[in-house]
C-alpha cells in the first residue's frame, strides 16, 4: 500500500485516502501490520508522502491521523512511531484544520494513546499539546468523543510532571474538564476520564485545586453525578476521590 503511494506521488488528493483509510484498518487489527509501519523506512516514506501540503485535504490528514493514533496505542512499539517527527505532522493537521471535527476527533485519540507512556510526555509538552486539546474541548463541546479522549489525555499528562500539571493550570483546562461533566451527565465514558482527571489534577496542583474550588458549577457538576450515577462504582470512586481534596 505505502508503495502504491510511492509510486504515484502526483495523485495525492485521489490515492492517498483510501491507501491511508486502508493502513488505518490494518494497523487497528493487527500487531504485524503495526510493526511493519514502525519500519523505519516506511515509516520516513509515509510521512514524507503525506506532508501538509496545498494538496492535503482534511480526510486524508484524518486517516494519517489514525494510522499513527494506532501505532502510538502500542507501548512495544511507541517510540519507533515517534521517530520521523511523526507527532509533528498530528499537532500540524490539527492545527491546520481546526473546523475539522474528524480531525480533532482522531487527533485527540492520538494525544490519549501517546499520553498512556510517560516516556512521550516531552514530545507532547513541546507541540503544546495542552493548548491543542483545550481547543479542541472548547470548539467541539457537544462531541463526547473528543471531550472524552481529551480529558483522559489531561489526566495522563497531568500525572506527569510539575510542570505538565504547571501547564494545565495556566490553559484553563479545568473549566473545560467540569463543563464536559455539566454537558455529557449521561456519558459514562466521559464522567468517568473527566473525574479522573479532576481529581489527579487538584491533588497534584495546589493552583489546580484553587481554580476548581473558586468554580461556581464546580462542586455542584460533581454531586449531580451522584444522583444520574448512584450504581456505578467506578465512576463513584472517582468522584470521591476527587472530593476528598
Not at 86 to 91: D, E, R, T
Amino acid at each position: 500500500i505505502v508503495g502504491a503511494m510511492f509510486a504515484f506521488p502526483d495523485e495525492k488528493p485521489i490515492l492517498q485516502e483510501p491507501a491511508l483509510r486502508a493502513l488505518a484498518g490494518l494497523a487497528s487489527a493487527s500487531e504485524i501490520a503495526k510493526e511493519a509501519l514502525c519500519e523505519p523506512e516506511t515509516l520516513s516514506v509515509l510521512m514524507e508522502l503525506c506532508r501538509l501540503d496545498d494538496r492535503s485535504t482534511p480526510q486524508q490528514q484524518e486517516m494519517l491521523c489514525a494510522v499513527l493514533s494506532s501505532l502510538y496505542a502500542s507501548d512495544r512499539l511507541q517510540a519507533d512511531a515517534l521517530e520521523c517527527d511523526s507527532f509533528g505532522a498530528v499537532a500540524a493537521a490539527a492545527t491546520k484544520y481546526w473546523g475539522s471535527e474528524r480531525v480533532q476527533d482522531v487527533a485527540c485519540i492520538s494525544y490519549r494513546n501517546l499520553a498512556r507512556r510517560g516516556e512521550a510526555l516531552e514530545t507532547l509538552m513541546e507541540y503544546n499539546v495542552v493548548d491543542l486539546i483545550v481547543k479542541a474541548m472548547k470548539g467541539y463541546r457537544m462531541s463526547k468523543s473528543i471531550q472524552n479522549n481529551a480529558c483522559c489525555a489531561l489526566w495522563r499528562i497531568g500525572t506527569g510532571t510539575e510542570s505538565a500539571a504547571q501547564k494545565i493550570a495556566e490553559s484553563g483546562a479545568i473549566g473545560y474538564i467540569v463543563n464536559a461533566i455539566q454537558t455529557h451527565l449521561d456519558t459514562f465514558g466521559v464522567l468517568e476520564n473527566a473525574c479522573g482527571a479532576l481529581w489527579a489534577l487538584i491533588h497534584r496542583s495546589e493552583k489546580l485545586a484553587h481554580q476548581f474550588i473558586g468554580m461556581e458549577s464546580g462542586l455542584e457538576s460533581v454531586m449531580c453525578i451522584f444522583v444520574v450515577h448512584p450504581m456505578s462504582m467506578s465512576l463513584l470512586e472517582k468522584a470521591c476521590g476527587l472530593l476528598a481534596f
